[in-house]
């Protein structure tokens, strides 16, 4: 592992405790405005400095973020359909390596979709975007997307999905938690960054 790639995935996890704490705000790229997103930028900057690194499109990166703040970037770069098409699974890559480059990147994002009607798509979207990346030291999360069947969220399909994004070449995965989570962890030779879930009013839920 070269350098460079070592170097940025140490912007993301950090390695005296080889810990994360991500902010994604991509959720925009198929939902639009959605709730307490609608105006990214007031989101976005009283938090900042609670977290370890922000994951999102470019879009709102260029308009919503203080370039002067130095948070380490995990840019989206998958899209193309959105919650009122056909099927979220149908996704491409959207944004090239050089403009990643130019917005100065830690990281890359994207979706796979295992068992999806795009399952191969998505899947084949990420081993090329990881062969891409590797060529300019920019590692790749590879977010586990379950689509519209949220429901979708035990340990033999989310070990397998995770294996398959790893089997690719990711450098990072983000799934989601569940029960025996220790066998998605066991089974993925590479690091995992647990997704959010939905808001709780007591702070007992997070034990």
Not at 173 to 182: I, Q, S
Request: proline share 5%; with cysteine.
């Amino acid at each position: 592992m070269d350098w460079g790639l070592r170097n940025r995935i140490s912007h993301i996890i950090k390695p005296n405790d080889s810990r994360a704490l991500m902010l994604a705000v991509d959720h925009g790229y198929f939902l639009g405005p959605t709730e307490k997103l609608e105006i990214p930028r007031k989101t976005i900057t009283p938090i900042l400095k609670y977290c370890d690194s922000l994951m999102l499109t470019r879009g709102v990166q260029r308009t919503s973020v203080d370039p002067k703040y130095p948070v380490p970037i995990v840019l989206r770069v998958s899209g193309g359909s959105s919650i009122i098409g056909e099927d979220l699974s149908n996704e491409e890559i959207t944004v090239s390596i050089k403009d990643a480059i130019r917005l100065n990147a830690c990281g890359l994002a994207m979706s796979i979709f295992v068992g999806a009607k795009y399952e191969k798509q998505t899947i084949v979207n990420l081993g090329q975007l990881v062969s891409e990346a590797e060529e300019y030291g920019i590692p790749v999360l590879a977010v586990t997307a379950v689509g519209k069947e949220i429901g979708q969220k035990d340990a033999r399909y989310l070990s397998l999905a995770c294996r398959i994004a790893a089997e690719q070449g990711a450098h990072i995965v983000k799934t989601y938690y569940c029960e025996n989570f220790e066998k998605v962890v066991e089974s993925c030779p590479v690091p995992i960054i647990v997704a959010g879930g939905k808001k709780y009013q007591n702070v007992m839920h997070l034990n």
